[in-house]
C-alpha cells in the first residue's frame, strides 16, 4: 500500500465550477500537510502547507485535513483556466530533518 | 530575490557519460533534497541532505551521487551506471515541514 494515494484524474471542470481535489494516506503519524501546483515543464509550487487538523484559507484556496480519517482536500472556488494545472498533495512527519511523502498528482483542466 | 536556482534547464548525454546537475540555494535551509519525476509515477526520492557534509540515499540513489560542501549548494551527478536517467529532475529545500522546489532540470540520454 502507498504512504498517499491520489486520484490521477484527469478532472475537467468549466470555469467558475468549485474543484475538489483529494488525498488519503495511511501513516497516522503525519503532521504536516501541503498543496502543489506544478504547469507543465516546472517545478512544483508550494500553494498551502497547514499542520495537524483543521482548515486554512487563502484567497480562492481552501485546504482541509481531518487526521482521524486521514482525508485531506483542496478546494478551489470560481476556478479560472490558469488553474489548469497538476495538484501535488504531500505531507511529512517532523519538523525538520524530513522526508516528504508525496501523491502521484491530479491533472486539472479549467474550459473556459 | 530568494530561491531555488537549477542548471542546466535543458541537458543531452550520450551513453556513457557522467553528468553534473547544479542546484544552488539562497534561502539559509539546512535541508537539501533530489526527486526524479517521470510521466505518470510521481515524485521519487533520490538523495537528501540535513546538513553540510551528510547526505543520506533516498528510494531510488542507484546510478547517482551527490556532496554536500556548501550550505548552499547541493550537486546530483548522473553516472554512466544509471540504465535510465532520462526524466525531468527537481531540487528541493525546506526550512521546517514545508517543502520548496527549483525549476527543474530535463535529461535526455541520446
Known amino acids: 500500500q502507498k504512504e498517499v494515494e491520489q486520484d490521477p484524474g484527469p478532472l475537467s471542470v468549466p470555469e467558475g465550477a468549485i474543484v475538489s481535489l483529494n488525498c488519503t494516506y495511511s501513516?497516522?503519524?503525519?503532521?504536516?500537510f501541503m498543496w502543489y501546483r506544478q504547469y507543465s515543464r516546472k517545478g512544483p509550487e508550494l500553494l498551502m502547507y497547514?499542520?495537524?487538523?483543521g482548515n486554512k484559507e487563502d484567497g480562492r484556496f481552501t485546504a482541509q485535513v481531518d487526521k482521524s480519517s486521514k482525508y485531506i482536500s483542496l478546494f478551489i472556488r470560481d476556478s479560472q483556466p490558469s488553474d489548469s494545472a497538476t495538484y501535488l498533495c504531500?505531507?511529512?512527519?517532523?519538523?525538520?530533518?524530513?522526508?516528504?511523502?508525496f501523491g502521484t498528482g491530479t491533472s486539472l483542466t479549467v474550459i473556459p | 530575490d530568494g530561491g531555488i536556482t537549477q542548471s542546466p534547464k535543458y541537458l543531452f548525454r550520450k551513453e556513457g557519460q557522467n553528468v553534473t546537475l547544479s542546484c544552488e540555494q539562497n534561502?539559509?535551509?539546512?535541508?537539501m533534497y533530489w526527486y526524479r519525476q517521470d510521466p505518470g509515477q510521481g515524485l521519487r526520492l533520490i538523495y537528501y541532505?540535513?546538513?553540510?557534509?551528510?547526505?543520506q540515499k533516498g528510494d531510488i540513489a542507484e546510478g547517482y551521487s551527490v556532496s554536500r560542501e556548501k550550505k548552499e549548494s547541493f550537486p546530483l551527478t548522473v553516472t554512466s551506471a544509471q540504465k535510465n536517467p532520462t526524466a525531468f529532475y527537481l531540487c528541493?529545500?525546506?526550512?521546517?515541514?514545508?517543502?520548496?522546489f527549483g525549476p527543474g532540470t530535463r535529461l535526455t540520454v541520446l
Open positions: 528541493a529545500s525546506s526550512p521546517h515541514g514545508e517543502q520548496f
Open positions: 504531500a505531507m511529512s512527519l517532523r519538523n525538520t530533518g524530513n522526508q516528504f511523502y
Open positions: 541532505s540535513q546538513i553540510v557534509n551528510d547526505f
Open positions: 501513516n497516522s503519524a503525519f503532521q504536516y
Open positions: 497547514t499542520y495537524s487538523s
Open positions: 534561502l539559509n535551509h539546512d535541508a
